[in-house]
């Protein structure tokens, strides 16, 4: 039997410490920000650093004191939208980003907040900067999602 994606409990951890208090703190350290650090960015050339590995520093410099990972991969097989990023959290969907630039750290750590203190798994939407409107790639449902129907 096929699950409803919009009634259905779509995140382990979406009530997390900060439950449906909104004055308490999310817990951020569930979030955790990845990009690719061999994306070419929109002009494809080879310079070095690579637009990604750019990114990754400006996210690491935003990230600073917030308590949100940020990690670095070879590829996230984006090329076509490159610079890309994705966001996890913890027993949640996953999102993917394109189409950022070089300077989009501060916008992947405002997500990365947002989703943190979502109570229902989702980032919101009309709260994300807009790079992060635009450049969704893909929303990927956790493994756990599908148990049930193996």
């Given at each position: ?8 409990e ?7 410490p ?10 951020v ?8 650090n ?14 990604g ?20 991969v ?11 990023a994705?966001?996890?959290r ?23 907040l ?16 807009e790079s ?5 790639v893909?929303?990927i449902?956790t ?5 049930e129907?193996?």
């Amino acid at each position: 039997m096929e699950r409803d994606l919009k009634t259905d409990e779509f995140c382990a951890s979406a009530a997390g410490p900060a439950g449906d208090d909104p004055a308490a703190t999310p817990d951020v350290s569930s979030v955790t920000i990845i990009v690719c650090n061999s994306c070419r960015g929109e002009n494809g050339t080879d310079d070095y650093p690579r637009p990604g590995s750019r990114l990754v520093e400006d996210t690491r410099r935003a990230a600073e004191g917030s308590g949100v990972a940020v990690r670095q991969v070879g590829c996230l097989g984006n090329c076509k939208r490159g610079i890309s990023a994705a966001m996890l959290r913890d027993g949640c969907w996953s999102y993917v980003f394109g189409g950022l630039g070089e300077d989009a750290g501060s916008d992947l750590v405002a997500g990365a907040l947002l989703f943190a203190g979502s109570t229902d798994g989702f980032m919101p939407f009309r709260a994300r900067p807009e790079s992060l409107k635009r450049g969704l790639v893909a929303r990927i449902p956790t493994i756990d999602f599908f148990k049930e129907d193996r």
